[in-house]
Protein backbone atom coordinates (compact mmCIF):
# COMPACT_ATOMS: atom_id res chain seq x y z
CA UNK A 1 0.00 0.00 0.00
CA UNK A 2 2.42 2.70 0.62
CA UNK A 3 4.65 1.95 -2.33
CA UNK A 4 1.03 2.57 -4.37
CA UNK A 5 0.85 5.62 -2.55
CA UNK A 6 4.56 6.77 -3.07
CA UNK A 7 4.09 6.00 -7.05
CA UNK A 8 0.40 8.10 -7.04
CA UNK A 9 2.33 10.81 -4.85
CA UNK A 10 5.59 11.04 -7.22
CA UNK A 11 2.83 10.49 -10.44
CA UNK A 12 1.03 13.21 -9.54
CA UNK A 13 4.37 15.58 -8.85
CA UNK A 14 5.64 14.48 -12.42
CA UNK A 15 2.99 14.31 -14.33
CA UNK A 16 1.15 18.09 -14.09
CA UNK A 17 -2.40 18.32 -15.20
CA UNK A 18 -2.89 20.40 -18.00
CA UNK A 19 0.82 19.78 -19.27
CA UNK A 20 1.60 17.70 -21.86
CA UNK A 21 4.16 14.88 -21.55
CA UNK A 22 5.11 15.16 -25.06
CA UNK A 23 6.64 18.69 -24.51
CA UNK A 24 9.83 19.15 -22.70
CA UNK A 25 13.48 18.20 -24.69
CA UNK A 26 16.19 20.56 -25.93
CA UNK A 27 18.16 17.32 -27.10
CA UNK A 28 16.01 16.35 -29.63
CA UNK A 29 14.54 18.76 -32.37
CA UNK A 30 11.77 17.97 -34.62
CA UNK A 31 13.12 18.00 -38.77
CA UNK A 32 11.27 17.50 -41.81
CA UNK A 33 13.32 14.60 -43.85
CA UNK A 34 11.76 15.43 -47.61
CA UNK A 35 14.35 12.34 -48.83
CA UNK A 36 12.98 10.30 -46.28
CA UNK A 37 10.29 7.46 -46.35
CA UNK A 38 6.88 9.81 -46.46
CA UNK A 39 3.69 9.56 -44.04
CA UNK A 40 0.58 10.26 -45.14
CA UNK A 41 -2.93 11.32 -42.72
CA UNK A 42 -5.90 8.95 -43.00
CA UNK A 43 -9.04 9.02 -41.77
CA UNK A 44 -11.66 5.85 -40.99
CA UNK A 45 -15.06 6.87 -40.59
CA UNK A 46 -15.68 4.23 -37.57
CA UNK A 47 -19.24 3.15 -36.56
CA UNK A 48 -18.16 2.26 -32.76
CA UNK A 49 -16.72 5.85 -31.93
CA UNK A 50 -19.40 7.81 -34.37
CA UNK A 51 -16.69 9.99 -35.48
CA UNK A 52 -13.81 10.20 -38.00
CA UNK A 53 -10.88 9.18 -36.56
CA UNK A 54 -7.29 10.31 -38.41
CA UNK A 55 -4.29 8.00 -38.34
CA UNK A 56 -0.75 8.53 -39.86
CA UNK A 57 1.08 6.11 -41.95
CA UNK A 58 4.83 5.89 -42.69
CA UNK A 59 5.01 3.49 -45.57
CA UNK A 60 8.28 1.50 -46.57
CA UNK A 61 10.55 3.47 -48.86
CA UNK A 62 10.18 0.77 -51.72
CA UNK A 63 6.35 0.47 -51.17
CA UNK A 64 4.97 2.35 -54.33
CA UNK A 65 7.83 1.21 -56.63
CA UNK A 66 7.78 -2.67 -55.77
CA UNK A 67 5.46 -5.45 -57.40
CA UNK A 68 1.71 -5.22 -55.90
CA UNK A 69 2.30 -8.67 -54.87
CA UNK A 70 5.06 -7.54 -52.22
CA UNK A 71 3.58 -7.76 -48.65
CA UNK A 72 4.75 -5.53 -45.78
CA UNK A 73 4.82 -6.24 -41.86
CA UNK A 74 3.09 -3.41 -39.61
CA UNK A 75 4.31 -2.09 -36.78
CA UNK A 76 1.47 0.09 -34.64
CA UNK A 77 3.06 3.13 -32.23
CA UNK A 78 0.42 4.35 -29.82
CA UNK A 79 1.15 7.67 -28.31
CA UNK A 80 1.36 8.31 -24.77
CA UNK A 81 -1.04 10.29 -22.47
CA UNK A 82 -2.31 14.14 -24.22
CA UNK A 83 -0.53 13.26 -26.78
CA UNK A 84 -1.97 12.19 -30.31
CA UNK A 85 -1.46 10.02 -33.33
CA UNK A 86 1.50 12.92 -35.03
CA UNK A 87 3.82 12.60 -32.06
CA UNK A 88 5.61 9.75 -33.34
CA UNK A 89 6.89 11.73 -36.54
CA UNK A 90 6.62 14.92 -35.22
CA UNK A 91 8.99 14.15 -32.34
CA UNK A 92 11.05 11.91 -33.42
CA UNK A 93 13.26 10.96 -36.39
CA UNK A 94 10.60 7.61 -37.14
CA UNK A 95 10.74 8.59 -40.85
CA UNK A 96 14.20 8.64 -40.98
CA UNK A 97 14.23 5.21 -39.02
CA UNK A 98 11.97 3.59 -41.50
CA UNK A 99 14.35 3.95 -44.29
CA UNK A 100 16.32 1.21 -43.28
CA UNK A 101 13.44 -1.46 -42.63
CA UNK A 102 10.68 -2.60 -44.63
CA UNK A 103 7.35 -1.70 -42.48
CA UNK A 104 4.23 -0.14 -42.57
CA UNK A 105 4.30 1.94 -39.79
CA UNK A 106 0.79 2.63 -38.44
CA UNK A 107 0.05 5.47 -35.94
CA UNK A 108 -3.50 4.99 -34.32
CA UNK A 109 -5.38 8.20 -32.41
CA UNK A 110 -5.57 7.31 -28.99
CA UNK A 111 -7.04 10.83 -27.12
CA UNK A 112 -6.74 10.15 -23.45
CA UNK A 113 -9.05 6.79 -23.54
CA UNK A 114 -6.07 4.66 -22.30
CA UNK A 115 -6.84 2.47 -25.47
CA UNK A 116 -9.57 1.29 -23.52
CA UNK A 117 -13.52 1.07 -24.04
CA UNK A 118 -15.44 3.46 -21.63
CA UNK A 119 -17.62 2.78 -19.09
CA UNK A 120 -18.46 6.61 -18.81
CA UNK A 121 -18.17 7.60 -22.89
CA UNK A 122 -20.14 4.66 -25.05
CA UNK A 123 -18.71 6.50 -28.08
CA UNK A 124 -15.11 6.13 -26.44
CA UNK A 125 -14.25 2.38 -27.66
CA UNK A 126 -10.41 2.79 -28.23
CA UNK A 127 -9.81 -0.74 -27.77
CA UNK A 128 -12.44 -2.26 -30.13
CA UNK A 129 -11.94 0.29 -32.53
CA UNK A 130 -8.32 -0.87 -32.87
CA UNK A 131 -8.76 -3.82 -32.80
CA UNK A 132 -11.88 -4.25 -34.49
CA UNK A 133 -11.94 -1.56 -37.61
CA UNK A 134 -8.59 -0.12 -37.68
CA UNK A 135 -6.23 -3.29 -37.99
CA UNK A 136 -8.95 -4.67 -41.13
CA UNK A 137 -8.80 -1.22 -42.29
CA UNK A 138 -5.21 -1.69 -42.71
CA UNK A 139 -5.39 -4.93 -43.73
CA UNK A 140 -7.33 -4.17 -46.71
CA UNK A 141 -6.34 -0.47 -47.54
CA UNK A 142 -2.28 -1.40 -47.60
CA UNK A 143 -0.61 -4.23 -49.33
CA UNK A 144 0.19 -5.94 -45.46
CA UNK A 145 1.38 -9.53 -44.42
CA UNK A 146 -2.29 -9.92 -42.38
CA UNK A 147 -1.15 -12.31 -40.41
CA UNK A 148 0.09 -12.82 -36.29
CA UNK A 149 4.02 -13.28 -37.27
CA UNK A 150 4.30 -9.71 -39.07
CA UNK A 151 1.86 -7.41 -37.08
CA UNK A 152 3.72 -5.94 -33.91
CA UNK A 153 2.44 -3.24 -31.90
CA UNK A 154 4.49 -0.41 -29.69
CA UNK A 155 3.94 2.45 -27.73
CA UNK A 156 5.04 5.06 -24.73
CA UNK A 157 3.76 5.93 -21.44
CA UNK A 158 -0.25 5.40 -21.36
CA UNK A 159 1.07 3.73 -24.82
CA UNK A 160 3.11 1.19 -23.41
CA UNK A 161 0.55 -0.05 -21.39
CA UNK A 162 -2.00 0.08 -24.40
CA UNK A 163 0.63 -2.30 -26.07
CA UNK A 164 1.23 -4.72 -23.61
CA UNK A 165 -2.61 -4.69 -22.84
CA UNK A 166 -3.26 -5.75 -26.70
CA UNK A 167 -0.36 -8.52 -26.43
CA UNK A 168 -1.96 -10.27 -23.51
CA UNK A 169 -5.77 -9.91 -24.30
CA UNK A 170 -4.98 -10.68 -28.51
CA UNK A 171 -1.89 -12.82 -28.47
CA UNK A 172 -3.56 -14.12 -31.47
CA UNK A 173 -3.13 -10.58 -33.30
CA UNK A 174 0.44 -9.64 -32.49
CA UNK A 175 4.38 -11.30 -32.71
CA UNK A 176 5.65 -8.56 -30.87
CA UNK A 177 4.83 -6.07 -28.00
CA UNK A 178 7.22 -2.95 -26.57
CA UNK A 179 6.53 -0.66 -24.28
CA UNK A 180 8.87 2.67 -24.01
CA UNK A 181 8.46 4.08 -20.34
CA UNK A 182 4.83 2.22 -19.97
CA UNK A 183 2.32 3.03 -17.45
CA UNK A 184 1.61 -0.18 -16.31
CA UNK A 185 0.44 0.67 -13.41
CA UNK A 186 -2.59 2.45 -14.75
CA UNK A 187 -5.82 0.53 -13.31
CA UNK A 188 -4.80 1.28 -9.92
CA UNK A 189 -5.08 5.00 -10.05
CA UNK A 190 -8.28 6.67 -9.08
CA UNK A 191 -8.88 10.83 -8.34
CA UNK A 192 -8.63 9.31 -4.50
CA UNK A 193 -5.07 8.59 -4.69
CA UNK A 194 -3.67 10.41 -8.61
CA UNK A 195 -5.88 13.62 -8.60
CA UNK A 196 -6.82 15.22 -11.86
CA UNK A 197 -5.00 12.16 -13.32
CA UNK A 198 -7.06 9.43 -11.87
CA UNK A 199 -10.24 11.42 -12.37
CA UNK A 200 -9.52 10.63 -16.33
CA UNK A 201 -8.68 7.59 -15.56
CA UNK A 202 -11.95 6.92 -13.41
CA UNK A 203 -14.02 8.02 -16.63
CA UNK A 204 -12.49 5.22 -18.45
CA UNK A 205 -12.44 1.93 -15.76
CA UNK A 206 -14.82 2.90 -13.50
CA UNK A 207 -14.98 2.72 -9.56
CA UNK A 208 -11.55 1.12 -8.23
CA UNK A 209 -13.38 -1.76 -8.09
CA UNK A 210 -14.70 -2.60 -11.25
CA UNK A 211 -15.15 -5.45 -13.19
CA UNK A 212 -13.47 -2.98 -16.63
CA UNK A 213 -10.16 -2.18 -13.79
CA UNK A 214 -9.35 -5.88 -13.28
CA UNK A 215 -10.02 -6.77 -16.87
CA UNK A 216 -7.82 -4.40 -18.42
CA UNK A 217 -4.87 -4.54 -15.37
CA UNK A 218 -2.12 -6.28 -17.23
CA UNK A 219 -0.80 -6.67 -13.57
CA UNK A 220 -3.75 -9.26 -12.86
CA UNK A 221 -3.60 -10.80 -16.33
CA UNK A 222 0.04 -11.79 -16.04
CA UNK A 223 -0.12 -13.21 -13.00
CA UNK A 224 -3.24 -15.65 -13.66
CA UNK A 225 -0.98 -16.69 -16.84
CA UNK A 226 -1.15 -20.02 -16.95
CA UNK A 227 1.37 -21.89 -18.56
CA UNK A 228 -0.55 -22.79 -22.25
CA UNK A 229 -1.59 -18.97 -21.91
CA UNK A 230 2.09 -18.22 -21.98
CA UNK A 231 3.08 -20.36 -24.72
CA UNK A 232 0.82 -18.29 -27.14
CA UNK A 233 2.02 -14.60 -25.85
CA UNK A 234 3.85 -12.59 -28.03
CA UNK A 235 7.34 -11.78 -27.41
CA UNK A 236 7.33 -8.44 -25.03
CA UNK A 237 10.34 -6.07 -25.20
CA UNK A 238 10.22 -3.54 -22.34
CA UNK A 239 12.31 -1.00 -21.38
CA UNK A 240 12.40 2.28 -18.97
CA UNK A 241 14.80 5.28 -17.97
CA UNK A 242 16.14 4.63 -14.88
CA UNK A 243 15.45 8.24 -13.80
CA UNK A 244 11.99 7.44 -14.84
CA UNK A 245 9.01 8.02 -12.04
CA UNK A 246 8.06 4.77 -13.77
CA UNK A 247 10.83 2.96 -13.08
CA UNK A 248 10.07 1.21 -10.41
CA UNK A 249 6.21 0.30 -11.72
CA UNK A 250 8.51 -0.99 -14.63
CA UNK A 251 10.64 -3.31 -12.44
CA UNK A 252 7.59 -4.52 -10.68
CA UNK A 253 6.17 -5.46 -13.88
CA UNK A 254 9.31 -7.23 -15.31
CA UNK A 255 9.31 -9.30 -11.79
CA UNK A 256 6.04 -10.20 -12.53
CA UNK A 257 7.10 -11.68 -16.24
CA UNK A 258 10.09 -13.46 -14.82
CA UNK A 259 7.87 -15.61 -12.91
CA UNK A 260 5.58 -16.27 -14.81
CA UNK A 261 8.25 -17.07 -17.69
CA UNK A 262 7.20 -15.18 -20.21
CA UNK A 263 9.23 -14.50 -23.12
CA UNK A 264 10.35 -10.99 -22.50
CA UNK A 265 13.25 -8.52 -22.13
CA UNK A 266 13.72 -5.54 -20.05
CA UNK A 267 16.27 -2.82 -20.99
CA UNK A 268 17.22 0.13 -18.35
CA UNK A 269 19.31 2.84 -20.11
CA UNK A 270 19.82 6.27 -17.85
CA UNK A 271 16.79 8.41 -18.71
CA UNK A 272 13.77 10.29 -17.85
CA UNK A 273 10.01 10.43 -18.90
CA UNK A 274 10.74 12.06 -22.41
CA UNK A 275 10.91 12.43 -26.11
CA UNK A 276 14.91 11.78 -26.33
CA UNK A 277 14.39 8.63 -24.41
CA UNK A 278 11.50 7.49 -26.59
CA UNK A 279 13.44 8.52 -29.51
CA UNK A 280 16.16 6.24 -28.94
CA UNK A 281 13.59 3.33 -28.14
CA UNK A 282 11.62 4.16 -31.37
CA UNK A 283 15.21 3.66 -33.15
CA UNK A 284 15.50 -0.04 -30.73
CA UNK A 285 12.65 -1.51 -31.25
CA UNK A 286 12.05 -1.04 -35.15
CA UNK A 287 15.25 -3.31 -34.86
CA UNK A 288 14.49 -5.87 -32.84
CA UNK A 289 11.24 -6.00 -34.72
CA UNK A 290 13.84 -6.62 -38.26
CA UNK A 291 15.80 -9.02 -36.42
CA UNK A 292 12.95 -11.27 -35.20
CA UNK A 293 11.37 -11.47 -38.14
CA UNK A 294 14.51 -12.61 -39.70
CA UNK A 295 14.42 -15.76 -37.15
Same mark, same amino acid.
Given at each position: ?????????????? &??? %???????????????????????? $?????? +???????????????????????? $????? +???????? *????????????????????????????? /?????????? @???????? #?? +?????? %??? !????? !?????????????????????????????????????????????????????? @??? *??????????????? #???????????????????????? @??????????????????????????????? /??? &????????? @???? !? !????
Amino acid at each position: MKKILFFAVVFILC &WVP %GVSQTVPTSTVTTKVFPEFSPFAT $FQLDSK +LMERKMPYRVVLPPNYNNSNETVH $FPVVY +LLHGLTGH *YTNWTDKTQLAEYALIHKFIIVMPEGDNG /WYTDSVAMPT @DKYESYIV #KE +LIPEID %GKF !RTVAE !REHRMIAGLSMGGYGAVKFGLKYPEMFSLVGSFSGALGATSFTAANAGAIGKGI @DAV *YGPADSETRKANDVF #KIARELSPQNVKSLPFIYQSCGTE @DFLFTNNRDFDAVLIEKKVPHEFREHPGIHD /WVF &WNDQVREFL @DVAE !R !RLKK
